[in-house]
């Protein structure tokens, strides 16, 4: 478990903290260094309040793929129409388990990216337009950013292998072994109270600034976007992983969760360089060592974890023994949040540049 009491560091790590005050709006930063919490920080809100994490929710439903398949209720390698016949009408009999980890199923959007998100709230028509879709790209080849439909995808074949619903699920295969008491797939009536409200300029992000804060969308099960959490419950997801997966996942597992896939590929659908594993982003200075980076410029090629829309992150980089989690509730542009986040990054990184 780790210990909240107290928090350390020198001047980068102050640096760190100055920069997610100066963001403005709400924030929560924890960094986690050999185990130890040296930044615990929750600027305009409570530690315990819940940040609405984007994509940074999608490594969650991957590491429960994981889980099953360490059971041999899956094999990555199984089309998905196996387990879901209807998936696979319209040309996507041969899209695996495998491909959506990937983002190689072809399928970025079912039916387009503004259709998907207004309906994302809807579980049973998200699934049916995944059964109606037609793949926009091959199975298998380059990487094509699924934003919605990875969550709906995966979770989809997840309940029908188990018969149990992601949400609950999710709750007893990860958030009660690691003690998550702050981290929800669609939030209760109980913790609503607790919620961050997202904030947003310009007529795209206020449009998303409303219907992410509605009740409906923040109670709705999203798995790839939709996870409402705090810095500290990340750190103690991340930290579990750094130390070897326990209780979630074994090291032979986890090695193939975070194995690359694509090294800095162009991505189909959202046209950036991305280093993939199986269900999380890698860090590294990619093939372009000067586009600013989520996890930072220099952190090392093994460093794992995953961006929400430059609003959230969350990674861990081994060669450090570094978990850093760094949540805001500021829309912005790709450009300035993408800086964001790589200026804080770099920061902590300045503190702890060596393995030890």
Aim: aromatic letters at 6%; one cysteine or more.
């Amino acid at each position: 478990m780790l210990d909240w009491s107290g928090t350390s560091g020198g001047p980068a790590l102050d640096r760190a903290r100055r920069l997610v005050r100066e963001r403005g709006g709400a924030a929560q930063l924890v960094v986690v260094h050999g185990g130890r919490v040296v930044a615990d920080v929750a600027h305009g809100c409570a530690a315990d309040d819940l940040f609405w994490v984007f994509s940074t929710s999608k490594p969650f439903t991957a590491l429960l793929v994981h889980r099953l398949a360490e059971r041999g209720a899956l094999a990555l390698d199984d089309p998905l129409a196996r387990h879901w016949p209807a998936f696979g009408a319209h040309g996507k009999e041969a899209i695996t388990v495998r491909h959506v980890l990937q983002h190689r199923s072809g399928l970025p959007v079912a039916r387009g990216s503004v259709a998907d998100a207004l309906t994302m709230a809807d579980w049973n028509g998200s699934v049916r337009a995944l059964e109606r879709a037609r793949p926009r790209f091959p199975a298998g080849g380059g990487p094509a950013y699924q934003y919605l439909t990875y969550g709906f995808l995966l979770g989809e074949l997840l309940r029908r292998i188990t018969g149990t619903p992601i949400r609950e699920l999710m709750t007893e295969e990860i958030l009660a072994p690691l003690g998550l008491r702050d981290t929800y797939l669609g939030v209760p009536d109980a913790a609503l109270a607790r919620q961050v409200p997202l904030r947003a300029r310009g007529p795209a992000g206020r449009a998303t600034q409303v219907f992410v804060n509605r009740r409906e969308t923040r109670q709705a099960v999203i798995p790839a976007a939709g996870i409402s959490t705090t810095a500290r419950d990340l750190a103690v997801l991340y930290q579990a992983l750094l130390d070897g997966g326990a209780p979630l996942l074994t090291p032979q597992s986890l090695a193939a969760a975070t194995m690359p896939t694509s090294d800095g590929t162009v991505d189909a659908f959202i046209k950036l360089p991305i280093r993939w594993s199986q269900g999380f982003q890698l860090g590294g200075p990619g093939l372009d060592p000067d586009r600013p980076r989520p996890m930072g410029r220099t952190s090392s090629p093994q460093a794992f974890g995953h961006n929400g829309s430059n609003v959230c992150v969350a990674w861990a980089d081994p060669a450090r023994r570094l978990v850093v989690a760094c949540l805001t509730n500021r829309v912005e542009s790709r450009t300035a949040g993408a800086a964001a986040h790589n200026a804080v990054a770099e920061a902590i990184l300045a503190e702890f540049p060596t393995h030890g």
